[in-house]
């Protein structure tokens, strides 16, 4: 059973920092591709990262490209979204989900993930 609890959200300025960790409960995470989610209040959830099972080149959203990294410690099982320059419309609740296939290029949209975390909220100040 994976179970993906997610922490590290918070109220931060424009500008500022925060880094989320999600940590699976799950012995098989270092078998999964691990990605990073958002969703905001009347919109579809979005994809912001991933980096496949076998931790290669990471993928993101060009929308975060430059300023959000995603990284994982196999022996802690979590993965991590460090997010720099944070900016209003990164105001989001923040998803990170696991995906049990094995393919080389990480998946990008929603629906080829099978485990979800609960989410934690992100709000950026201006």
């Known amino acids: 059973q994976v179970q993906l609890v997610e922490s590290g959200g918070g109220l931060v300025q424009a500008g500022g920092s925060l880094r989320l960790s999600c940590a699976d409960s799950g012995r098989t995470f270092s078998t999964y591709t691990m990605g990073w989610f958002r969703q905001v209040p009347g919109k579809e959830r979005e994809f912001v990262a991933a980096v496949s099972w076998s931790g290669g080149k990471p993928y993101y959203a060009d929308s975060v490209k430059g300023r959000f990294t995603i990284s994982r410690d196999i022996a802690k099982n979590t993965v991590y979204l460090q997010m720099n320059s944070l900016k209003p419309e990164d105001t989001a609740v923040y998803y990170c989900?696991?995906?049990?296939?094995?393919?080389?290029?990480?998946?990008?949209?929603?629906?080829?993930?099978?485990?979800w975390g609960q989410g934690t909220q992100v709000t950026v100040s201006s």
């Open positions: 989900a696991a995906d049990r296939r094995r393919t080389v290029v990480p998946a990008t949209t929603r629906g080829e993930y099978d485990y």
